[in-house]
């Protein structure tokens, strides 16, 4: 049973666990992080000379594409998401993007730059036509989750927040998003060891205490991962009891909000990203999606003018 769990949730699994190591793409991090990218083209022409077409080169150079695309050097990032991507192609030969996490990494974030380049350039058309291209080839992947977090930062803000699946959750039984009409609704996704989403709890409890006497909803998603604390392996009883443990211990202030637990709500949302924020206003429409840590002074202003 618990390998059958295991490999449901292969994608969440894979995302969740720690990068695999590689002398070159630590040292091509270290040169981009420095803004030296003559540095890191020379070290990756080197490797190559010396080892020819690798994942792991090919996990370099979509760095440097990001790095690019931090910088705004739009049309550099879409040369290294490219030789990326071409790398990748070439690699897999039939393989499962699945087989190699540089892989993986490198088709991702190759993606990713691409998408979000051509929404620096406001061609958000031909970026969704990208990224549902994409969602289509590799959905059920460790990559779905991803790109589907990219399509949301293009299209869910204005739309109505899609339902949550709320068979199973701890604490009390969460009520459907859409019986919250008139009330501002915050959708926090967070995963048990996550140290960025601990970090934010303080900041949760102060919107709370600001916000929740004024009708403001919490609703908190999570999923399960197949293990505990330090890694240990544990039954889905076993670690919905930790959820619970870890949710009263780190979110204080936050007793009543809702927490389903399942990863088609990260999936349906996008959430590779945890921390990732969502705010839905009194009809039930986003108006934020926020992957990634906010602070109080980001986040406060935003809700109080869903309630206004």
Known sequence: MRTTIALLLMPLLVAAAPAPKSELVTEVRAL????????ADKRVRNYYSEHGATSELAAAISWMG???LERHR??????????????????????????????????????????????RRHEDSAAIELLEREIK?????????????????????????????????????????????GHPVVLYFWAHWCPECKAMAPVLAKIQSEFGPKGLEFYLPTALYGYTKRGE????????????????ETYTGLENAFVPVGVDNLRLYGSSTVPTMVLVDRQGVVRLFQPGKMTYEELAPRIAELLR
Do not use: C, H, W
């Open 32 to 39: 981009i992080g420095r803004d030296n990218f003559t540095a």
């Open 66 to 68: 990001r790095g690019a």
């Open 74 to 119: 739009l049309d550099s990032a879409t040369n290294y998401a490219g030789r990326a991507r071409t790398l990748v192609e070439a690699l897999l030969k039939g393989r499962s993007i699945d087989a190699d996490r540089f892989l993986a990494t490198a088709l991702g974030a190759a993606i990713e730059v691409e998408a979000q380049v051509m929404s």
């Open 137 to 181: 080839a590799y959905g059920d992947t460790t990559l779905g989750i991803r790109l589907q977090k990219n399509l949301n930062m293009l299209v869910l803000v204005g739309k109505t927040a899609p339902a949550l699946d709320l068979k199973q959750y701890v604490g009390r039984k969460p009520e459907p998003l859409a019986s919250q009409k």
């Open 233 to 248: 392996d544990a039954t889905p009883a076993e670690e919905m009891r930790y959820i619970e443990k870890v949710r009263g």
